[in-house]
């Protein structure tokens, strides 16, 4: 089955990542959007080496940023580069059309931020210019505070990710630095309207957009599980092995069949 290697950027000096691709068990997982299902996606699709120090690692050890490096992965293999969506013009109420890699995306937020001055340790963690130190949430800290208010949030990562469990400069500012030293792929784009040039600004983010379409598509695998298992008299549990590649060329086959 094709896994690809994903080089890691907060995981440790060398750490890598192989992510398989999805199947339609993986499919027919995702149910939401939110981090707990990310993570459950992608702890199917890790796949583990224990014979290798810089492969052995889970999701909800990834920080949030690497997290998005790996789903971000799963959507290019599964639905392509191009990231396309349908907007209604606020002002003329006119349809149009956006797109736009998703590597570009990836790209703008890699780049280096150069009025950064902290200094990345060796066990992973940072100092700040303050001279406090720090370490990045991981998902365990971000599953340990689901459910909680916004500042019951900032509290908690502040009490688990800094060492003096407080932040010199306040909660906000300990919330922007983490999100200089290792921004997600999540924001803010602009696009104009065609016709009228209204201005819209669009929120992009991969973790809801990927698990969105898998969500939206729940009807098309269903079309496709039940397309297969009239052909071929397949169970369930085949169907759902098969990757989501293998499935779609089977339905297109078969289609073509009985089109012919």
Request: proline share 4%.
């Amino acid at each position: 089955m094709f896994a690809e290697t994903i080089p890691l950027r907060f995981a440790g000096d060398g750490a890598l990542a192989r992510v398989r691709e999805l199947t339609g068990r993986d499919e027919y997982s995702v149910v939401g959007v939110s981090t707990p299902h990310a993570i459950d996606l992608l702890s199917g699709l890790i796949e583990t080496r224990v014979d290798n120090d810089n492969e052995r690692f889970q999701a909800i050890d990834l920080v949030a940023a690497d997290r998005d490096r790996l789903l971000a992965a799963v959507y290019r293999t599964a639905f392509g580069d191009r990231i396309e969506s349908t907007l209604t013009c606020q002002r003329c109420e006119q349809p149009f059309d956006i797109d736009f890699s998703l590597q570009n995306v990836i790209s703008l937020v890699n780049e280096p931020d150069e009025t950064l001055a902290c200094e990345q340790l060796n066990d992973g963690s940072f100092r700040a210019p303050n001279g406090v130190s720090f370490r990045l949430p991981t998902g365990r800290d971000e599953l340990a505070a689901s459910g909680a208010t916004a500042q019951e949030v900032e509290t908690l990562l502040l009490d688990r990710c800094t060492e003096n469990r407080g932040w010199p400069e306040g909660d906000a500012a300990f919330e922007e630095l983490l999100e200089r030293v290792a921004p997600l792929i999540d924001l803010e784009l602009v696009a104009p309207c065609p016709e009228c040039n209204h201005v819209h600004k669009v929120q992009f983010d991969i973790q809801t957009y990927l698990l969105g379409a898998l969500v939206a598509e729940r009807r098309r695998l269903l079309a496709d599980i039940n397309c297969i298992a009239t052909a071929y008299s397949w169970s369930l549990e085949e169907i759902l092995s098969l990757t989501r590649s293998d499935r779609r060329h089977l339905v297109e086959l078969i289609e073509n069949v009985y089109v012919a």
